[in-house]
Nanobody
Framework: VQLQASGGGLVQPGGSLRLSCTAS?????IGWFRQAPGKEREWVSC?????KYADSVKGRFTISRDNAKNTVYLQMNSLKPEDTAVYVC?????????????????????WGQGTQVTVSS
C-alpha cells in the first residue's frame, strides 16, 4: 500500500487548509499524525466506520473519506501556530475490519511521506 499526503502549506492563524491522503488500495482505516520540531509524534485524527479526534483539534478539524477516489481528507479550520507540524497519514487494515480506528502509531502498517503545515503571520 502506498500513501501520498498533500495539501500542506503556509497559512495565517485562523486560516484553513485541507490535507489529502490518497492510498493505492482501499479497505484500510486511515489515521493522521503530526510531528513538530523537537516534539513527539502526535495522533490527530482517524477514520474507519467512525471518526475520532484529538482533544487539541476537536471542533476545528474534520476527517472524511471519498471511497471512489481512495482518498481521506483532513479539513483544518481555525488553525493555530501550535498546529504547525509535518502531517503524515497512515493505514491500519485491522481497524477497517473492526470499524474502530486506533490512535497508537504502532498499529498502523503503512505510512506515507508527510506534508508540512505552517501556521504563522
Amino acid at each position: 500500500v502506498q500513501l501520498q499526503a498533500s495539501g500542506g502549506g503556509l497559512v495565517q492563524p485562523g486560516g484553513s487548509l485541507r490535507l489529502s491522503c490518497t492510498a493505492s488500495m482501499d479497505y484500510y482505516a486511515i489515521g493522521w499524525f503530526r510531528q513538530a520540531p523537537g516534539k513527539e509524534r502526535e495522533w490527530v485524527s482517524c477514520i474507519s466506520a467512525s471518526t475520532k479526534y484529538a482533544d487539541s483539534v476537536k471542533g476545528r478539524f474534520t476527517i472524511s473519506r471519498d471511497n471512489a477516489k481512495n482518498t481521506v481528507y483532513l479539513q483544518m479550520n481555525s488553525l493555530k501556530p501550535e498546529d504547525t507540524a509535518v502531517y503524515v497519514c497512515a493505514a491500519d487494515r485491522a481497524a477497517y475490519r473492526t470499524g474502530i480506528c486506533r490512535t497508537i502509531p504502532r498499529f498502523y502498517e503503512y505510512w506515507g511521506q508527510g506534508t508540512q503545515v505552517t501556521v504563522s503571520s
